[in-house]
């Protein structure tokens, strides 16, 4: 059977990745173990080694699937790596007009509800204290608003998060990157990928190292 490395390899993804590692300078991880002449980028490298053991299978989609997924250089890899979010002007532009207009209706709701609150709370103050009923039902009138305020906050920013996401999977590829740690700073796929991973491959890993072991040994 022939190595993945042999039937594709994701050189445009690559070579993004690798001029991000070469642009940190002094910050590289092979940097800072030492310096060589002919030294090449670590995720080239890590990639290289990957692909010589992976075995190429008769699903080629499927096969390159799984290679982005140990690099983490799929969607879920990179939402994994995502550490710089958009702030709120950054993602207006990036938002669809869709997006924009719900934010909007939210943050009309959390306004009008606020301004309910205010002019209930008002209202509550002007009741006397001996009218208990009145009080009761003034105060029940300001924890409605309030709830109303505190639920439209939680959709708002749900729904922020929601377009924060969006808004970063809709950007190409190096434009993530910028905003994205490289893949050695993070432990590496996660659990679920792990799954996907072993159930592709027939192996048991839960690491890097221990895939390469039992690729290695097979």
Not at 195 to 213: C, D, F, K, R, Y
Request: hydrophobic share 40%.
């Amino acid at each position: 059977m022939p190595a993945y490395i042999e039937t594709q390899f994701p050189i445009a993804r690559l070579s993004a990745e690798s001029f991000k590692e070469r642009k940190a300078n002094n910050g590289q991880t092979l940097t800072r173990l030492g310096k060589w002449w002919g030294r090449k980028p670590l995720i080239l490298v890590r990639a290289a080694l990957l692909g010589m053991l992976l075995p190429a299978t008769g699903n080629a989609h499927r096969d390159r699937e799984i290679f982005l997924k140990l690099l983490t250089m799929d969607e879920e890899g990179l939402l994994r790596r995502w550490n710089k979010r958009f702030t709120s002007k950054e993602l207006v532009a990036l938002a669809t007009e869709g997006e924009r207009n719900r934010w909007q209706a939210l943050d009309a709701v959390i306004a009008h509800a606020k301004a309910c609150i205010k002019t209930r709370q008002g209202a509550l103050k002007a009741i006397p204290r001996s009218a208990t009923v009145a009080r009761e039902g003034a105060k029940t009138a300001v924890e409605v608003a309030e709830a109303a305020c505190d639920e439209a906050a939680v959709q708002l920013n749900e729904h922020l998060e929601a377009v924060q996401r969006a808004a970063f999977l809709r950007l190409p590829y190096p434009e993530k990157l910028e905003r994205c740690l490289r893949p050695e700073h993070i432990e590496g796929p996660s659990p679920e990928a792990w799954v996907e991973i072993n159930s592709h491959l027939g192996t048991t890993a839960a690491t890097l190292p221990q895939l390469v072991e039992q690729l290695g040994q097979r």
